[in-house]
């Protein structure tokens, strides 16, 4: 069983920076890839970003390329996204997501947080 808990959300002004967070909980030896989706008001969950265990893979969402950054502590058990230069139109709940293999759809995600609320404001 995995937990995780998300934090880092709030809310920031047009242009400001988030770094969020992901504490996980896992059983010793899991070895996860992470990944970050995120859900809009009145819209349909959508990837984000995501990263393999030992960070040698990274994928990040086309829209979003360029403004945001993953990584990952496996000492911590914590993976993190930096988001830059943030526009009215990434308000939306954060969630992260652990899997076997690193995916970028939400149904190769076994466990997820239950989300932190990012609100950018004009």
């Known amino acids: 069983q995995v937990q995780l808990v998300e934090s880092g959300g709030g809310l920031v002004q047009a242009g400001g920076s988030l770094r969020l967070s992901c504490a996980a909980s896992?059983?010793?030896?899991?070895?996860?890839?992470m990944g970050w989706f995120r859900q809009a008001p009145g819209k349909e969950r959508e990837f984000v970003s995501a990263?393999?265990?030992?960070?040698?893979?990274?994928s990040y969402a086309n829209s979003l390329r360029g403004r945001i950054t993953i990584s990952r502590d496996n000492a911590k058990n914590t993976v993190y996204l930096q988001m830059n230069s943030l526009k009215p139109e990434d308000t939306a709940v954060y969630y992260c997501?652990?899997?076997?293999?690193?995916?970028?759809?939400?149904?190769?995600?076994?466990?997820w947080g239950q989300g932190t609320r990012v609100t950018v404001s004009s």
């Open positions: 896992a059983p010793t030896g899991s070895m996860y890839a």
């Open positions: 997501a652990a899997a076997k293999i690193m995916a970028t759809t939400d149904m190769e995600y076994d466990y």
């Open positions: 990263i393999s265990y030992r960070s040698g893979a990274k």
